[in-house]
């Protein structure tokens, strides 16, 4: 049974950082393709950032720059460096695991960037 839980969203201010974290079970992180969704309100889910199983790295145009994800296989964790955070990244943010021949989804974290 895959679980993922995201965790360290919050209100923050614009300029300001935020590290989301996803802690996963079920599956091994070294072989999954991995990611990070967020949907904004009124808008549609886009992927952010996703780390491949052999190790290449996506990042959406707007985030280059100033999103790191990362993973750590020993913890379990894939995680999102979010630096020079912006009002437009205000939205929830999924993790989700390609693993098992089908994505899984975690519930969420909201982030809100907001003066």
């Known amino acids: 049974h895959v679980q993922l839980v995201e965790s360290g969203g919050g209100l923050v201010q614009p300029g300001g950082s935020l590290r989301l974290s996803c802690t996963g079970s079920?599956?091994?992180?070294?072989?999954?393709?991995m990611g990070w969704y967020r949907q904004g309100s009124g808008s549609d889910c886009k992927l952010v950032s996703a780390?491949?199983?052999?190790?290449?790295?996506y990042y959406l145009g707007s985030v280059k720059g100033r999103f790191t994800i990362s993973r750590d296989a020993a913890k379990n964790t894939l995680s999102l460096e979010m630096n020079g955070l912006k009002t437009e990244d205000t939205a929830t943010y999924y993790c989700?695991?390609?693993?098992?021949?089908?994505?899984?989804w975690g519930r969420g974290t909201q982030v809100t960037v907001s003066p």
């Open positions: 079920g599956f091994s992180f070294d072989d999954a393709d």
């Open positions: 989700a695991a390609h693993c098992w021949g089908k994505w899984h």
């Open positions: 780390l491949a199983s052999y190790g290449t790295t």
